[in-house]
């Protein structure tokens, strides 16, 4: 009867499907029937699109025919075909969406979205339709957290501060603490307090709040990804599960702050690999449940639709669609957001509709002015410094309302309690779908992984080929150069002392190829903060990331290996020598994480294995407290692996030793430090083939000497061996030098002076206001190669396009465009700081032409990045650039002056003394950062100043002080030029002037903004067809929309020619003609020397900010002070007494052992722990370079000299206990 019911329900189903198919074909029948009737003319053009229509729905009833698995993956892909009778057509064909290349996807994309900003969300909008029109709810997941605390213990002050005691202090505590007394002084810091909220489905919430208030915790809180040494408190749950019951790392995606990735794989190749770990997830069963309900309903979808969800849902596809849609995201502004989340001094201030949070803060008495960002407004209105500008209840005094008390507020407000009431009931978890959350740790396989991972690490082959050519040449150097050495005419094989030169060279070989592990160290810790990120986003297990490594290197490996003869054995050693290498050296870098550290862990780990691999010291002679070193060395099996086969060769063990008794082979290993019972890893005898054994019968038979007799008691001790076979020793000198002289801590006396001077005040130092003017500038580059391939026919790519403006004292100008607009291009060129590529047209300072090497003397350049030196502090820095910048006819005192009224100008004066420190990491914020770069320009007293996106990064708080600088800055009579993006009102209406400019680098307008920006809003209404500004709306945002590329298209004009055409560049041609000729009486530019100050001011002033680099550099000092001591204690332990025997020639390569490892491991540390430091100090020498602060010499000389402090009192430790407990120098 179950049967008979379900056939009957299929029946019924199908007869509805077919009647409803019937009907709709009749209706689409007489509907074209009569509009072929009434079409008159268009009859033709109307029946070829029935015709298509027709095609379609037939392909479509095909495709339904199809087994459920099948249908799945076909659809219909629209594409056009020329004809030559019916021009281009379009025609419908069916696709296997697993089998898409990248041209149809290609395809695909640029069809459905032709102009990102207008068809994304037409596209989303039709995708939720499909789904709505069959009625499925998709998985939604709501966040719930009640009483959030979180609190951390931590160190407060100078104390805090990096430097080498507090360093040293920590680690003294550390190690007490381990006792159980704890003598560190913590403060406890609470960083959320009491938070309460909901995250709803399906709203877009909007997290603000100055900074410091909390953002990145609360997140980082709602992620499951806070650090275990905080103390949390509160609940967290997903759906009414809590953090415990699933796992939140695959149900939540923290986006930070910090953009890591995989700097040579493209953008594309990211996305690719991201997918393929991260799989389908529900996709391939929504796509499931939603064919089975359209055929059921009988409904079509949309063939770009329904190909977009099959292609992205497809399981384990190397490359997907998904991929290729992201990259054009959509822009998003406030009004995009549902609901708003204010958050300051770790409390909400408000959790509600976006609508509504002006309505409470005018219940609080305080206003959002009419042009001012509501989200600036409310970055600000928390804060005690910008609040009482917004008070609006002038019916009674201001009073400053503290957070805690706008908290109060907000819950007696109708969101708040509202808020309340929802938290109240808890949630029922049988509203949400298990499919919302995520139960298991990794979602494909873990086979699907290990092979996205295995494919990754090939294209980071293939792209880091660099690497192992350099090596690769490298070791064909080291090859030739050992390959004259040990050549074959000169080997010979007749006694003891020819076996020992086969075992140097064997030795050598080993060597090499171990120290060429050393490359691992950088290439793996430059890859540790993506694997961390992928790590903690469980994109994939650690052993699947690592396990590609292996293989994948073999391909490479073949090119790098150097060996003396051909066979097989000696290759698969030297093989596995370099995989050894290879894997220990990327452990290292996986346990140390830093450059700094790990040189120095590889360094000493090298050391060790070095010294007891057997061949410095021999197995009988090691301590007995690091024979356990000698068993884990892998260069002992290593050395017993490569002497072993090369000596047990027949060439070695056909012939007899000088004793004739023994064979030579084995007489050479002894001579060569190994036991008599140790010939290979794992074996007590050596194997020789039966024709080896007869071919030496017969050739001791032809001579007339006895056969030999293998007898175990036959052994000769080492001594006796070196003591009856007098044989030549090939010794390698390596040569090091040292530098025997101190560092002078008075290095710069005048500047340890200006430390602690203290300057009068109401000095200011004087500077000519100059004024530029450049006519018809263009700048060029060489036609990239890729460009090239696609049959660009040009040589050049134009950059800039006859650009032309000026710029003047006292005038704030803002440079703004689209990204590729040539924004900071055009200042690159004006300023002097493109080295490639073709400039042309008229620069002029002050009507005279631009001589860059005075121009440079008289302006200053803010980059984008804030490059400074780490180590020293913020008035440090600023004395620095001033000594070497300012005349050198400026006194100190003035100099010092000047120094703290520049601090006072850009309100650094209240962190004069905090450490710089790296961005994102330590030290200064990104907006002190931002106000520290424009000071160390302006302490130059420079007379125009470039500034490439100041604001770029920070909060709308940040960003104001930082244009309340430049606003000072641009007071005090000087030219100040910056490029911007994106700015918010307040900050867009601060500049005077504005030159904006156009994809293609042209110039599109060029003149004033005017009060409320009404002249730029005047000139753009004016132009026809362009839409009016909304009420509150940000101009500069508007001025962007109405001049884009798709606003051109749409208008069917060229802004730039509209601007050329305008009365506005005639004004600024006749401005620019003006200033190009000089004023009456004046002089050009003229300075003596190239620099400011002379060669040794340069030398003092380099000398005195290293010094402070290397002593407040606590993890580059301890380091090299405990690889010396740890050196000097492991050389002092294993030679310990060494030096008191002197009888055999082992004695003496013990000692000459000793010593070499000693001076070169500590110079190969000193080398290798310097290079990440003077890395970092690197890109702060290109930038005071390019101001013309000083020339490379003095840099140079300083350099070294300031190192030789750590490594003169490390070198100290050194040599006192190999000497004192070796006695080699009795």
Same mark, same amino acid.
């Given at each position: 009867?179950?049967?008979?019911?379900?056939?009957?329900?299929?029946?019924?189903?199908?007869?509805?499907?077919?009647?409803?198919?019937?009907?709709?074909?009749?209706?689409?029948?007489?509907?074209?029937? *009569?509009?072929?009737?009434?079409?008159?003319?268009?009859?033709?053009?109307?029946?070829?699109?029935?015709?298509?229509?027709?095609?379609?729905?037939?392909?479509?009833?095909?495709?339904?025919?199809?087994?459920?698995y099948d249908r799945l993956r076909t659809t219909i892909m629209k594409s056009f075909v020329e004809n030559e009778l019916q021009g281009t057509k379009m025609v419908h064909k069916e696709v296997d969406v697993s089998k898409l290349d990248m041209n149809d996807r290609q395809m695909f994309i640029d069809m459905l979205f032709k102009v990102a900003e207008e068809d994304n969300e037409k596209f989303l909008r039709k995708f939720r339709q499909r789904i709505d029109k069959v009625g499925i709810r998709l998985p939604t997941v709501e966040v719930r957290f009640e009483n959030l605390t979180v609190e951390a213990d931590c160190q407060i002050g100078s104390r805090a501060l990096p430097t080498l005691p507090n360093v040293a202090r920590n680690i003294a505590e550390s190690a007490i603490g381990m006792l159980g007394i704890n003598m560190s002084k913590r403060t406890k810091l609470t960083i959320l307090k009491d938070v309460s909220g909901i995250l709803k489905p399906s709203r877009m919430t909007l997290l603000l709040g100055p900074p410091s208030s909390g953002k990145t915790t609360l997140l980082l809180a709602l992620a499951g990804k806070l650090d275990p040494n905080l103390k949390v408190s509160g609940d967290i749950t997903y759906n009414?599960?809590?953090?415990?019951?699933?796992?939140?790392?695959?149900?939540?995606?923290?986006?930070?702050?910090?953009?890591?990735?995989?700097?040579? *794989?493209?953008?594309?190749?990211?996305?690719?690999?991201?997918?393929?770990?991260?799989?389908?997830?529900?996709?391939?069963?929504?796509?499931?449940?939603?064919?089975?309900?359209?055929?059921?309903?009988?409904?079509?979808?949309?063939?770009?639709?329904?190909?977009?969800?099959?292609?992205?849902?497809?399981?384990?596809?190397?490359?997907?669609?998904?991929?290729?849609?992201?990259?054009?995201?959509?822009?998003?502004?406030?009004?995009?957001?549902?609901?708003?989340?204010?958050?300051?001094?770790?409390?909400?201030?408000?959790?509600?509709?976006?609508?509504?949070?002006?309505?409470?803060?005018?219940?609080?008495?305080?206003?959002?002015?009419?042009?001012?960002?509501?989200?600036?407004?409310?970055?600000?209105?928390?804060?005690?410094?910008?609040?009482?500008?917004?008070?609006?209840?002038? #019916?009674?005094?201001?009073?400053?309302?503290?957070?805690?008390?706008?908290?109060e507020r907000f819950k007696k407000f109708h969101v708040g309690m509202h808020l309340e009431n929802d938290l109240s009931v808890p949630f029922d978890k049988s509203r949400g779908h298990r499919a919302a959350l995520a139960f298991t740790k990794y979602s494909v396989p873990k086979m699907d992984l290990l092979k996205a991972c295995w494919d990754k690490e090939w294209l980071l082959i293939k792209r880091n080929s660099v690497v192992f050519v350099s090596k690769t040449v490298q070791i064909i150097i080291v090859a030739i150069i050992a390959s004259t050495v040990f050549i074959k005419p000169r080997m010979h094989t007749g006694n003891e002392a020819d076996g020992s030169l086969y075992v140097g060279a064997l030795l050598f070989t080993m060597i090499i190829n171990m120290f060429n592990g050393f490359a691992e160290l950088s290439l793996m810790i430059s890859r540790l903060p993506v694997f961390y990120k992928q790590r903690d986003l469980l994109f994939h297990h650690t052993l699947g990331f690592h396990s590609p490594n292996f293989p994948a290197y073999i391909a490479h490996v073949h090119n790098r290996v150097y060996c003396l003869g051909v066979f097989f054995k000696h290759l698969l050693l030297v093989f596995l020598t370099q995989q050894m290498a290879a894997g220990l050296f990327r452990l290292i870098a996986g346990f140390c994480r830093t450059m700094i550290i790990a040189?120095?862990?590889?360094?000493?780990?090298?050391?060790?294995?070095?010294?007891?691999g057997g061949f410095i010291i021999p197995k009988?002679?090691?301590?007995?407290?690091?024979?356990?070193?000698?068993?884990?060395?892998?260069?002992? #099996?290593?050395?017993?692996?490569?002497?072993?086969?090369?000596?047990?060769?027949?060439?070695?063990?056909?012939?007899?030793?000088s004793d004739n008794s023994t064979r030579l082979g084995e007489q050479c290993l002894r001579a060569s430090m190994f036991s008599a019972t140790r010939t290979a890893p794992g074996n007590k005898q050596a194997i020789i083939s039966e024709e080896s054994a007869k071919e030496m019968e017969g050739e001791e038979d032809s001579k007339g000497q006895p056969r030999l007799r293998m007898s175990k008691s036959n052994h000769h001790s080492l001594s006796s061996a070196d003591g009856n076979n007098p044989r030549e020793m090939a010794i390698r000198?390596?040569?090091?030098?040292?530098?025997?002289?101190?560092?002078?801590?008075?290095?710069?006396?005048?500047?340890?002076?200006?430390?602690?001077?203290?300057?009068?005040?109401?000095?200011?130092?004087?500077?000519?206001?100059?004024?530029?003017?450049?006519?018809?500038?263009?700048?060029?580059?060489?036609?990239?190669?890729?460009?090239?391939?696609?049959?660009?026919?040009?040589?050049?790519?134009?950059?800039?396009?006859?650009?032309?403006?000026?710029?003047?004292?006292?005038?704030?100008?803002?440079?703004?465009?689209?990204?590729?607009?040539?924004?900071?291009?055009?200042?690159?060129?004006?300023?002097?700081?493109?080295?490639?590529?073709?400039?042309?047209?008229?620069?002029?300072?002050?009507?005279?032409?631009?001589?860059?090497?005075?121009?440079?003397?008289?302006?200053?350049?803010?980059?984008?990045?804030?490059?400074?030196?780490?180590?020293?502090?913020?008035?440090?820095?600023?004395?620095?650039?001033?000594?070497?910048?300012?005349?050198?006819?400026?006194?100190?005192?003035?100099?010092?002056?000047f120094v703290d009224e520049v601090m006072e100008l850009v309100e650094l004066d209240n962190l004069k003394d905090a450490i710089v420190g790296l961005p994102g990491l330590t030290g200064l914020s990104t907006e002190q950062r931002k106000r520290l770069t424009i000071a160390v320009e302006l302490v130059a007293n420079p007379s125009i100043i470039f500034?490439?996106?100041?604001?770029?990064?920070?909060?709308?708080?940040?960003?104001?002080?930082?244009?309340?600088?430049?606003?000072?800055?641009?007071?005090?009579?000087?030219?100040?030029?910056?490029?911007?993006?994106?700015?918010?009102?307040?900050?867009?209406?601060?500049?005077?002037?504005?030159?904006?400019?156009?994809?293609?680098?042209?110039?599109?307008?060029?003149?004033?903004?005017?009060?409320?920006?009404?002249?730029?809003?005047?000139?753009?209404?004016?132009?026809?067809?362009?839409?009016?500004?909304?009420?509150?709306?940000?101009?500069?945002?508007?001025?962007?929309?109405?001049?884009?590329?798709?606003?051109?298209?749409?208008?069917?004009?060229?802004?730039?020619?509209? #601007?050329?055409?305008?009365?506005?560049?005639?004004?600024?041609?006749?401005?620019?003609?003006?200033?190009?000729?000089?004023?009456?009486?004046a002089k050009d530019l003229y300075f003596a020397s190239q620099y400011s100050q002379s060669p040794w001011g340069q030398f003092k002033s380099c000398l005195w900010k290293q010094w402070w680099t290397y002593w407040r550099s606590p993890d580059y000092n301890l380091v090299r002070y405990f690889f010396t001591l740890a050196a000097a204690l492991m050389v002092g332990t294993i030679f310990w007494k060494v030096g008191t025997k002197k009888d055999t020639t082992?004695?003496?390569?013990?000692?000459?052992?000793?010593?070499?490892?000693?001076?070169?491991?500590?110079?190969?540390?000193?080398?290798?722990?310097?290079?990440?430091?003077?890395?970092?100090?690197?890109?702060?020498?290109?930038r005071e370079r390019a101001a013309g602060m000083y020339s490379a010499l003095p840099y140079a000389l300083a350099q070294p000299l300031n190192g030789q402090q750590p490594n003169s009192s490390g070198s100290s430790l050194s040599p006192s206990s190999p000497s004192s407990t070796s006695h080699t120098m009795e």
């Open positions: 009867m179950q049967n008979m019911d379900d056939v009957e329900k299929l029946a019924r189903a199908s007869s509805r499907r077919a009647s409803h198919n019937m009907s709709r074909s009749i209706s689409r029948s007489f509907s074209r029937s *009569m509009e072929d009737v009434f079409s008159g003319g268009r009859h033709s053009r109307r029946s070829s699109r029935h015709a298509e229509e027709d095609e379609e729905a037939l392909k479509w009833a095909a495709i339904e025919k199809l087994p459920t009414g599960y809590k953090l415990n019951e699933f796992v939140p790392r695959k149900t939540s995606a923290y986006i930070s702050q910090n953009d890591v990735h995989v700097g040579v *794989m493209t953008v594309k190749e990211t996305l690719d690999f991201s997918a393929r770990c991260q799989g389908v997830g529900t996709r391939y069963d929504l796509l499931t449940e939603l064919a089975r309900r359209e055929k059921d309903a009988g409904i079509f979808p949309e063939a770009e639709v329904d190909l977009f969800m099959k292609a992205t849902a497809m399981k384990g596809a190397e490359s997907n669609l998904f991929t290729d849609y992201t990259l054009k995201p959509a822009p998003e502004t406030f009004e995009l957001f549902d609901d708003v989340i204010l958050l300051s001094e770790g409390r909400i201030v408000y959790q509600g509709p976006r609508q509504q949070i002006l309505e409470f803060f005018e219940s609080c008495g305080f206003r959002c002015p009419e042009r001012k960002g509501t989200a600036d407004f409310l970055q600000e209105v928390t804060s005690k410094k910008d609040q009482e500008q917004y008070w609006a209840a002038k #019916y009674k005094p201001y009073r400053y309302i503290s957070v805690p008390e706008f908290a040189n120095t862990g590889g360094v000493l780990i090298l050391l060790l294995i070095f010294l007891l009988g002679q090691i301590p007995n407290w690091w024979e356990w070193a000698y068993w884990i060395s892998p260069l002992s #099996y290593g050395y017993n692996a490569f002497a072993v086969n090369e000596l047990y060769a027949p060439r070695w063990m056909n012939r007899l030793a000198k390596m040569s090091s030098r040292s530098n025997p002289n101190g560092l002078s801590r008075n290095a710069d006396s005048s500047l340890e002076g200006a430390n602690g001077f203290a300057p009068k005040r109401g000095m200011v130092l004087p500077f000519t206001p100059l004024a530029m003017s450049f006519n018809s500038v263009n700048y060029y580059v060489d036609m990239p190669a890729e460009m090239k391939q696609q049959g660009v026919p040009e040589d050049r790519l134009q950059l800039l396009r006859e650009v032309t403006g000026a710029f003047r004292p006292g005038v704030l100008t803002a440079l703004m465009g689209v990204s590729g607009a040539g924004k900071t291009t055009l200042m690159d060129v004006l300023a002097g700081r493109k080295t490639g590529g073709y400039i042309e047209g008229d620069i002029r300072i002050s009507g005279f032409p631009k001589k860059q090497e005075t121009f440079a003397r008289i302006s200053g350049y803010c980059e984008q990045n804030d490059i400074h030196s780490p180590q020293v502090t913020v008035r440090e820095s600023l004395i620095y650039s001033a000594f070497l910048r300012l005349p050198k006819e400026v006194s100190k005192e003035e100099k010092m002056i500034m490439d996106e100041p604001t770029s990064g920070l909060d709308a708080r940040a960003a104001a002080i930082v244009m309340r600088t430049v606003r000072n800055t641009v007071d005090t009579g000087r030219t100040v030029v910056c490029t911007i993006h994106q700015p918010s009102i307040d900050i867009f209406e601060a500049f005077d002037e504005l030159l904006l400019m156009k994809r293609g680098g042209q110039v599109i307008y060029s003149g004033p903004l005017g009060r409320n920006s009404h002249k730029i809003i005047e000139y753009f209404e004016e132009i026809p067809g362009v839409p009016k500004i909304k009420d509150k709306y940000n101009p500069a945002t508007w001025m962007l929309e109405v001049s884009s590329v798709a606003a051109e298209v749409r208008l069917g004009i060229d802004f730039a020619e509209h #601007y050329k055409s305008s009365s506005l560049y005639q004004r600024n041609k006749a401005l620019v003609k003006e200033l190009s000729t000089p004023p009456a009486g082992t004695d003496l390569r013990m000692i000459i052992g000793a010593m070499y490892a000693a001076v070169l491991f500590i110079g190969i540390n000193n080398c290798s722990t310097v290079q990440p430091v003077i890395a970092v100090e690197r890109s702060v020498f290109y």
